[in-house]
Each structure stands twice: as structure tokens, then as C-alpha cells.
């Protein structure tokens, strides 16, 4: 049945049908649908826009659809053109006229504004809880690994010794930064747009705030126009999840460089690799190079978005239909890859003994023998000049610069003294970085209680916005 076919004459094409109808992949709104519509038509009876029986029968049979949906019992087929159309169609099949009245003051374009924020708003929720258990898996790892030396890289060269506590940490920071641009984006997420009908709101007396406190929402949209045309709330969703799925991305293909035999820094547990079907020595990082590959899908997802609502005029468009699948496809990948990722880090061996000894070579240390000579007197730039040359001649004898003999690293510069091999130790490089965001152990150490901290009061937050 067509919620619009007074005004028709003629069939719609079976094909067009088909093509336009959402019923598909929106009914997974199902629950968001009828929860709004169940807080709609309570509204409508407290003010007496329809009478108050009609209201309590819709709430109570609408309660018993989206129960019967939910054991099973009812199964949303696909004649309805969309979930909207499916659970009035439904409401009116059970109880007659009074469900006529559902859609008083209502269009379906405020009501797909509404479950769509209504879902986000739950996906953001769902999401920051699976951020939150990587953010404890990283700060748990770090706090195991403050002492772990392992060579930090520029160019995916060698460059300057760090700690594995201070790597990690490092993630710790994208992924926080991740968990507050989703918190931010529910802020503008938390309006509720019921009121702005089609697009010019509604003569009814209705009472928007009853149907925003009912909903547990922050505020009501401001602007009936941008409430029914406006998906940003859906693309600033999607570009937060975009800059999670780089984030996961740029950590995945540490983790599979790091597990191969040229770094072999660590070993991913069995759980997570796969092994090949003729060579029987692989054990390949497959969760790894998946959750690399699925960033493309949900960068897809955002220009999908972004382009779909370009030169969209005021105010809705069916074209704002095609959000769903991209949204619902973002949000899906990035909780999947988001969970499968937490489980194979919290699973990871580290080979600290291979990450140590890759930190002895490739002249890490080079930047402190510079440094030691500025504390000497030289200019940064003289200093620069001679360890470059110090390091051209051990490269020749392929010695590391410690191993050089004090009469070696003397013919360089007669400031040298027998001090510098304590100074240019790989643990003495880390020690000596220690300034708030460095990376010696104590900084480390004071970045870990400033995570912990945020971990705390991130649990607080989010139990005073109700999450
Ligand atoms: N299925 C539609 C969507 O997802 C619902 C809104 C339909 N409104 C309309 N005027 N055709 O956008």
C-alpha cells in the first residue's frame, strides 16, 4: 500500500518501483523508526491534536510491532517502499483508523532526519566504547614497555632511539584525538528535527521539546529548512571514522612491516594470521592488510556522501536517500576493523631483544654526538659537519660509533673525549629527551598518568551525557 496514492492515477513502473524503494537496507532503522513515532504520537495526545485514546493504543500497538520485530515474529518484507511506510502500513493493519492518525504533523522527511540522528547518536555511542578498549589495550601495553628500547623512524629510516612505551603512546594520542571528534560530532548530532514536517514545519500545536526530552536529545533542530536537508551530522560522522580508519591503518602497516623477517620486531598471534594455501612456512597478517584495505571503503563511503549532497537545493532531495548505505557500510567496517584490531594488538609478542638490537645500528646515536659537542662549545652546524664526517668513517669500517677507538673518533676532533661513549649509549640517547612530551622514561612515565587521567574522566563524561 502507498502512503501517497490519492493523488495517482496510474501504477508505478514495477522496475521504478523497485528502484526507489529504500525498505531494503533502511529497515535496520526499525527500532530508531518507531521509538520516534511512539514519542510522536504520545506528543499528539498530551496535546490534543489527536484524541487520547487513539495516542495510547498507537504507543501500545507500536510497542508490540517493534517487539514482534524484534523476536522474530514479524518480518519486515519488502512491498513498503520504506521502514516509515512499512511500520505505519503495519500500525493501520492492526488497528485501523486510530493509526491514520499517526502521521498527523509529521513527514516522512523530518522522520528519516530523526532515525537517522537517532542512529548516529547510538553508533557514535557503540564506537567510543570499542575506542575506549583500545585506548586502555595501548596505555596497558605502554606501561609494560617504558624501558624497551627499539630505533624511532623517519623515511622508514633509522633516525633516533625510542622507547616501545613511547611508540605506542603516540598512537594513544590519534585514537584519543578520534575519541573526542566523535564526541564532538554528537554535539551537533543531539538535535531533534521532528517538527520540521516536510520542510515548512507544521500548523499543529505541537510540542517539539516533550518529543526531544522523550527521546533523551541535548536540543531541537533551530531551522525547519536545514533540519529536513542537512546530513552533515552523517558526513562529520563518516570523516571522524575516516581519521579512525587512518589512524588503524598507518598502525596496520607498522604492525606488518614489523612482522616481517627484515624487522621481525614482532610475532601476531596465530589467532590473528592466516597461512597460504601451497607455501606451508606462511603466516601472513591478513586481519592486518584487511583493516588497510577497508580504509579505502569508508574513505569511498565520505566522498560518496560529500558528493551526493553537492548542489543539493533546499531542502530535500531523494538523493539524500543514498546516505543510509553509506553511513550504515562506514559505521559496520569501522566497528568490525575497530574490535578485530584491539584483539590482535592485546595478542601481539613483541621481540624487545630484536627491537633493542635494531636500535644499536644505523647510527641512531649520531644526533647525540652532535649534541654532545654543542655542550662543548661548537655551533650545532660545526658540530653537524664533524658527526656527519664521524659517521661516513665508521660506515667505511662498518663499525657503529661506540665501537670506533677514542684516537679514531679524535682524528675527527680533538674536543672528543673518552665521555662521549656514555653519552651516546642508546639508553643514555632516550634519558637525555626528558621533556614533557619526550621520550625518556620519566616523560613517559608522566604521559601515562596524563592518559590514565583521561581515561577516567572520559568514563565520567560520558556517564553525565548518558552514553
Ligand atoms: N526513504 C526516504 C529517505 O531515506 C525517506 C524520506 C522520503 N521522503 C520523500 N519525500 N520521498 O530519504
Redo the contacts with the bound molecule.
Sequence with gaps: MKLWGGRFCEQTDEQADHFHS?LSF?KRLYKQDIKGSMAHAEMLGKQGIIPKSDSDLIVKTLGEILADIESGKLAINNTA??I?SFAESELIARIGDPGRRLHTGR???DQ?ALDMRMYVKDEIDEICKVLASLLEALLSSAKNHTRTIMPGFTHLQKAQPVTLAHHLLAYFQMFKRDYERLCDCLKRTDEMPLGSG?LASTSYPIDRYFIKDKLGFADITANSLDAVSDRDFCIEFVSCLSLIMMHLSRFCEELILWSTDAFDFIEISDAYSTGSSIMPQKKNPDMAELIRGKTGRIYGSLMGLLTMMKGLPLT?N?D??ED?EAVFDAADTAKSCLSVFCGMLKNLKFKTGNMYKSALGGYTNATDVADWLVKKGLTFREAHEITGKLVLYAIDRQLPINELTLDEIKSLSNVFDKTLYDAISVEACVKARNIPGGSAEDAVLKAIEKAEDFLQKKHFSSHQRGL
Design positions: 529504500s533502511d517502499e520504506d516509515h513527514s516522512r522527511n528519516v516536510a530535500y531523494k539524500m536517500q543510509k
